[in-house]
């Protein structure tokens, strides 16, 4: 007998990427470093201006507590946001994050002294709590193995996308009535730093507004809840194109957020119904917030506790994040130290008590800084799923913490190259970075997602990654500033680059452990989808019912769906 097409058009749909969710997402994911790295080109100048500084050094000191104090807030909300995200959805939280973001930006706009400053980046961080969601969410949208890849490479590439708008929002838009007459006696005056945190507003303004009409719940049980939001943009659609009367999700008919056989969702397939030689599949639900009567849903296993859910691969990529997050911010802010030092004097005492850099200008350092930017948007794109597809997340991880090392000891030499030298030196020391970040984060983020016990906890667990990761952001620049001054002060100028080898050496030993979690609950591997014939398994097994769908053949050439239970 012949295979059963429709059922076949249905588990190939279902195995599509979901592309219109990914970007609704990216579109709320590029506000937020659009409004977190407009701060950048102006902070100094605008702590100059609060006067709270008595020295250059002082300044720059204050304006390290300004931006870490968004990083250290983040990092003791996001396990609170995680958590909150696995109780009420992960939209919800999404959104509320979004305004986090506006609010602080509009508070930082009107500040006109340091401790309104502080307060508004903390407010920004304590409120917002999207990496982690973000994470869960593009965990539980890609549910083919295949396609993890190139998933999570399109985060961080929306990433670098917003901190090259960002940096130039800020750069262009901060203290606009001294450049532009048109400006003068407005409330851009008084609030010199108002007008790129209004346009940043506005930016995360349209980003709230998307994700309240069209971004879809992702969450397994509250992903049948009703969503006025939604439905409202599904509205808005139909107006726009009257053609479309039917509610249709906006996630691809080939891409269903739901781990299930997408016939059993009949809210989202509106035009199946079952045969009539099936009455207890017949029956109608009152509304979306009610799950189909034959969903496997109906029978559910509690969430894991805390215990359950942190099990030692989870810890150990907890741990792994925070050490990566540590040295690699850190790298961020020695290496424009390096490009803006003063050439190193001809009296060196090779080969560890020697000091220098490349003394470019500012408008070099912006240019290299913008090429990084491209060349990590490329490597994000293109050579990590690349290389994840053939090594798998695992050993791509491996390949960039062994490498990290290596490219901490080797930095601080390239300031003595001759002149001619240099620019090809820092090229490949840019290379060498952009490369092995594009590789070690998205990796961690695979691992994590197929490493969870439940999807009920996925929040949970990456909001504590992303909790650990902020709280060793915001000691980074910290600490390799202090010890970048004292092996100044020794001659020493590799100092903090060789302990950041050091740090990046020790995660190794996680590393070392780690082991690859193919399959995580509900998740589909590519040898799934090999067969679709009659009588064969349509869908995976829901690991939470503990029930299998099967398709059985009848006369009309139609399929009728059978619970057996196991």
Known sequence: MAPNRGASALLKGKDAFPTRQMAILAICRICE????????????FMIEKFGVASSPAQISMYVGMVTSAFAFAEGISGAFWGRLSDRVG???VLLGGLFGTGLSMLLLGFAQNFQMALLARALGGLLNGNIGVLQTTVAELVTVEK??????????F??????IIGSSLGGLLADPASHFSLFKGTVFETYPYLLPNVMCTGVVAIGLTVGLLFLEETHEEKKFDQDRGLEMGQWILNKVWRGQTDYTPLSDKDGSLDERNPMLDDHRSPNYQSTTSSPTLCSSRSSLAEPPP???????EPAPTLREAFTPQVCLNIAGYGILAFHTISLEQLLPILMSREEAPGNQQLPFKFIGGFHFSSETIGIILAVQGALQMFAQLVIFPWISNRLGSLRTFWLTIASYPFLYLVAPYLALLPPHLRIPGIVMLLLWKVTAQSLSYPSLAIMLANAAPSKKVLGTLNGAAASSASICRGFGPTVSGALDTVGSGMGVSGLAWWT??????IGWIPGCFMMEERKRPGFRGVEEDEEVG????????DSDSGSVITLTPEETGQAVLSKQDI
């Open 158 to 163: 929306v990433w670098c996308l917003g901190t």
């Open 534 to 541: 009659l009588g064969g398994p349509l869908a995976d097994s």
């Open 90 to 92: 992960r939209k919800k």
């Open 294 to 300: 034959f969903s496997l849903d109906a029978v559910r």
């Open 33 to 44: 470093p659009i409004a977190f790295m407009s701060i950048f080109p102006y902070a100094y």
């Open 147 to 156: 396609h993890q890849p190139r998933a999570y490479s399109i985060m961080p």
């Open 500 to 505: 950041c080898a050091g740090i990046a050496a």
